[in-house]
């Protein structure tokens, strides 16, 4: 069975940084290209950002390039997303994926970025 559960949000002020953890199971983490979304309330699942399978590979889209950061650390089923210079647009729910369109996404958790 596959399974994300995703850690490590929170509260924030604007300025601030965060780092997301979503720890992986039930598929081979190693050979399997990863990836972070985010959705706002009221809006659309939005792409943040993508790592290859053995991390060569990292895309982001512009509203994110500079400032969030994905990792991955195989020996551990482990895939990070360092978040800087966070902005109050960057509130949302953010999980990780392990497929392009990312339906399979563990439960998220909560980023709010707020004075």
């Known amino acids: 069975e596959v399974r994300l559960v995703e850690s490590g949000g929170g509260v924030v002020q604007p300025g601030g940084s965060l780092k997301l953890s979503c720890a992986a199971s039930?598929?081979?983490?190693?050979?399997?290209?990863m990836r972070w979304f985010r959705q706002a309330f009221g809006k659309k699942l939005e792409w943040v950002s993508s790592i290859s399978a053995g991390g060569g590979y990292l895309g982001y889209p512009d509203s994110v390039k500079g400032r969030f950061t994905i990792s991955r650390d195989d020996a551990k089923n482990m895939l990070y997303l360092q978040m800087d210079n966070l902005r109050t647009e960057d509130t949302a729910m953010y999980y990780c994926?392990?497929?392009?369109?990312?339906?399979?996404r563990g439960q998220g958790t909560q980023v709010t970025v707020s004075l």
């Open positions: 994926a392990k497929d392009v369109a990312g339906s399979e």
């Open positions: 039930g598929f081979d983490f190693r050979d399997t290209g």
